[in-house]
């Protein structure tokens, strides 16, 4: 729990340093140097990953790709961010919505398909039945989408650099989110002793709730607002989702045996990336929807960009509260059903040991080595 905690103030610091390197460099060389930038970063942590990070080769897997579940991943996701994005121009119920939302269902079925039978699958199919795993995945979901759909959508980029929004430069957009970074830091720490003392289920679950209120401060936003009335909620909410995250990320991969780690962590983690890309779509077009149609219906900017930060709030609350109602449920999971002949083999193996004995005068069988309880 303390190194997923470290690892999560880490990834903290990284999102607290991308927008204000990045608004600096806008600033300075244009656009073009935040591509510049992450090509610096990966020659210099190339040599630091060989010297640093021992090898964990497992020596009895194939060494193939698994190309095909590689291409059917993309097939799922890109149609259905393409769709979601989208649909609001296109239509809903519009052939080409319509025609993104199949493929990315058939690709799904087709996903499965292919992980059942390649040697080297990109999922173990079989670890989808442990639901705690599930869980937790799904909850990591929802912290990475809600932490990018505010961070990086529409709290920076749209509301906070628009000239009829707060009308920030690049630069000061991301000294505007160092509260909220820093909120994620300071909470990391914490994370051990909190889960020590009140189980995983409730931090988890007392984070999305948290992050729920601050949501819900958020819905009250209107043109008046000025940068100061943002920063006590976005405190709030990195605290929230650093609860969230933290012991999350640490059940996923304790919840499997030692040598599916590094599967589970690989779901976990997809399921990051997925929660990045969706809940940022969604998030998107529920913003532009409302906007549009305020702006449309004659509402000045101001006032349309203020609604649509509003719902798009409103929908992300939505979402941290089936976080806490997820966390619930996941931690209710026990085992069915009485105890089997396996259930008490296990319990007597685990409490096994050797207790030496000397052999009696009447020639018991009991050996000087010891007997077996």
């Known amino acids: 729990m303390r190194a997923v905690s470290l690892w999560g103030a880490a990834s903290a610091a990284g999102a607290a340093a991308g927008p204000l390197v990045g608004g600096a460099l806008v600033d300075v060389t244009g656009w073009q140097g935040l591509f510049w930038i992450d090509a610096v970063i990966a020659l210099l942590c190339v040599p630091l990953t060989l010297r640093t990070v021992p090898e964990s080769l497992d020596p009895t897997r194939p060494r193939s790709v698994d190309l095909a579940g590689t291409v059917l991943i993309a097939a799922v996701l890109v149609p259905f961010v393409f769709a979601v994005t989208e649909g609001a121009s296109w239509g809903w119920l519009s052939a080409p919505t319509l025609v993104c939302f199949v493929i990315s269902a058939a690709s799904v079925v087709g996903f499965v398909v292919v992980e059942k039978r390649v040697r080297a699958p990109l999922i173990d199919v079989a670890l989808l039945r442990n639901k705690v795993l599930v869980g937790a995945s799904v909850a990591i979901l929802v912290v990475a989408g809600c932490i990018n759909a505010v961070m990086y959508l529409y709290l920076c980029s749209l509301y906070f650099q628009n000239p009829d929004g707060l009308g920030m430069t690049p630069l000061m957009a991301g000294l505007a989110t160092l509260p909220a970074a820093a909120g994620i830091v300071v909470t990391a720490p914490l994370i051990t002793r909190f889960v020590d003392r009140l189980g995983a289920r409730r931090v988890i679950a007392s984070g999305f709730g948290i992050a729920t209120v601050a949501f819900a401060v958020f819905a009250f936003v209107d043109a008046s607002w000025g940068y100061a009335a943002f920063v006590g909620p976005l405190i709030v909410l990195a605290f929230g989702l650093g609860l969230a995250n933290g012991p999350s990320s640490s059940v996923a991969t304790a919840c499997v045996t030692t040598d599916q780690v590094g599967a589970a962590s690989g779901i976990s983690n997809m399921g990051r990336y997925v929660g990045s890309a969706v809940l940022t779509a969604v998030t998107a077009a529920l913003f532009s929807a409302v906007y549009t149609r305020r702006h449309v219906g004659s509402t000045a900017v101001a ?6 930060f509003s ?16 966390s619930l449920l996941v931690g209710r999971i026990r085992p069915t059903g009485p105890p089997t002949a396996a259930h008490y083999a296990t319990a007597a193996a685990a409490g096994s040991h050797t207790v030496p004995t000397r052999p009696t005068t009447g020639g018991s069988a009991v050996g000087e080595r010891g007997a077996g309880i």
Not at 311 to 318: F, H, K, Q, T, V
């Open 303 to 308: 006032d349309a960009l203020a609604a649509g």
């Open 311 to 326: 719902r798009s709030s409103i929908g992300l609350a939505l979402f941290c509260a089936f976080g806490v109602v997820l």
